[in-house]
């Protein structure tokens, strides 16, 4: 039985206007300009890409909507993200923080109509259940957890699109039948993701959502309640990635003839290159083992500057002995790139999950830019990218060896170096 019979009804209780406004169409007009000036912008859309892009502007342009915190309007502004291949790009409705400060001010909001007109999904909550409890393993189908707070059922509802739908809650802030996940399937496994933040209940866009060990692997939230994913199992250890508190750099001993680099950054602000001059010079002579894992598990890249300095010492090791580099899908930017020149070398071995796919472009300064409402951010890209990276936009590096999320991975590293 599809489950999208299941539907009654499928709506967005969020009051669509009759009328175009001034303001949506501000907004929009905004966020192209932003847009067009970005390097990806302006290195992808030519020929018939610039004419189908101009063709969804003047429809999106066309359609009707006000409401600046109804969904329509957030994903009609999206849309404007979709065609373009750079995940440094950021989008979200921005938040009142002050309606989540305490009990208090929670359950006042709990009592507006904005709350009251969040997205919302009409179907039968224990029919979904009984469905989805059916979808293999391997399908995106399926529940969902959000740590301990509730539970998603995220089932097929169009031609490449997915809604998930609240089926039970811990928390006031969430309801039954609210629509927390909306996907968009733009290449096969490769999600334009909208999220209700857990928390705060504004819209984000993440453009480049994938579907691995049963879970949403790029579901994070800033701010929320924890660094909790959604997942469709809870309670099992999770290997894949480095515990949020782990050290920015370590070295340490495995075994009499295995070392363990962990480098997770690659930031340049002055507190962090600071600490990672210091640790580079403690290591330069240090490295003598015939094996070295290299931890890049969780590195959120930065500067290539502080990149170049751990390159050179590792290509200067790998002329005596062998690097296995630990990926996974936290391994981004700057440590994307710094993986695929590290894999140039000789005696190199790349081992864990394939990374996040977030490496052609960046920012140099951080900047944002509010849209004229207000209500809405835009994170842009101001680095040109090398063309030679896009083919990794989206999809990622995949490793030569890929790990299991059953097992500690240092151990099934050790283990596979411990077999040659």
Not at 159 to 170: H, P, S
Not at 274 to 299: C, E, M, P
Request: proline share 3%.
């Amino acid at each position: 039985m599809r489950i999208i019979t299941l539907i009654s009804a499928f709506i967005f209780l969020t009051g669509l206007s009759k009328a175009q406004t001034n303001t949506y169409l501000e907004d929009l007009a905004a966020l192209k300009s932003i847009l067009q000036k970005t390097p990806s912008f302006k290195a992808q859309m030519k020929g018939n890409k610039q004419d189908n892009y101009i063709n969804l502007f003047n429809r999106l342009s066309s359609d009707t909507t006000s409401e600046l915190n109804n969904y329509k309007y957030f994903y009609n502004l999206s849309q404007l993200l979709f065609p373009l291949r750079d995940n440094h790009l950021g989008f979200y409705q921005l938040p009142d923080y002050k309606n989540f400060k305490t009990k208090e001010t929670i359950d006042s909001f709990i009592a507006t109509k904005e709350f009251y007109l969040y997205p919302t999904c009409e179907i039968n909550i224990d029919s979904l259940k009984i469905e989805l409890a059916k979808k293999p393993a391997d399908s995106i189908e399926g529940i969902y957890h959000y740590d301990k707070f509730y539970s998603v059922g995220l089932f097929r509802s169009g031609d490449r699109e997915y809604i998930g739908v609240v089926l039970d809650t811990n928390i006031k802030l969430w309801q039954k039948g609210q629509i927390a996940i909306h996907l968009y399937e733009y290449i096969p496994n490769h999600y334009k993701a909208i999220y209700g933040h857990p928390l705060y209940k504004n819209f984000l866009l993440q453009t480049n959502e994938k579907y691995k060990n049963q879970s949403l692997v790029n579901s994070y939230f800033y701010g929320s309640y924890s660094q909790s994913i959604y997942t469709k199992e809870l309670g099992h250890a999770d290997y894949m990635n480095l515990p949020t508190n782990s050290s920015k750099f370590e070295l340490k001993t495995i075994s009499d003839n295995i070392q363990y680099l962990l480098i997770r950054t690659f930031q340049a602000d002055k507190s962090t290159m600071l600490s990672s001059q210091k640790f580079y010079d403690s290591i330069t002579s240090a490295l003598n083992k015939t094996y070295l894992v290299l931890d890049l598990r969780n590195n959120e890249g930065g500067a290539k500057k502080e990149m170049k300095k751990y390159f050179s010492l590792l290509k200067k090791y790998t002329k005596h002995g062998h690097l296995y580099i630990l990926l996974n899908n936290g391994t981004l930017s700057q440590a994307e790139i710094f993986t695929l020149k590290l894999q140039k070398l000789k005696n190199v071995t790349t081992v864990g999950q394939t990374t996040k796919g977030m490496l052609t472009y960046g920012s140099n300064y951080g900047k944002r830019n509010k849209l004229p409402s207000g209500k809405f951010e835009i994170y842009p890209t101001d680095m040109k990218g090398d063309a030679k990276l896009l083919k990794y936009e989206d999809y990622g590096i995949k490793p030569k060896i890929t790990l299991e999320n059953d097992q500690n991975w240092i151990e099934q590293v050790t283990e596979i170096i411990e077999k040659k």
